[in-house]
């Protein structure tokens, strides 16, 4: 592996070299900054939507702003049932030992087209 020294190049590639550096870096820490705002911002809209009964699987539609609001929440399960009642498992007992765990409530905002439908 090589090492070089942007101070070391040549003007007429140093300075495009170090803008496009520049550049990135501002890009990356912006990219950053929206996403931990946007994780704060999706956090407090969980929290209003939820502490009014809104639950996971309902929508809001904001027609005005033609958007609409998934509450989304994710279930994972660790067993692959087809592969054990293939193997013979029956599913009462794949029932008794199936464990599931919920992933926390998230938005989805989605546009919605000018007829009320989704875009």
Known sequence: MNIYHLEQL???IRVPV???IDELATIQLVSKLNEERGRALRDELIEILTGIGIRPGDIL????????????????????RKTLERLGVSPMVLDEATMQ?????????????SGGGMA
Do not use: Y
């Open 18 to 20: 170090q803008d496009l």
């Open 61 to 80: 539609d904001a027609l005005d702003m033609e958007l609409r609001v998934r509450i989304m929440q994710h279930r994972r399960r660790k067993l692959d």
């Open 10 to 12: 040549p003007d007429e």
């Open 101 to 113: 765990n919920q992933g926390n409530p998230h938005v989805r905002l989605e546009r919605l087209d």
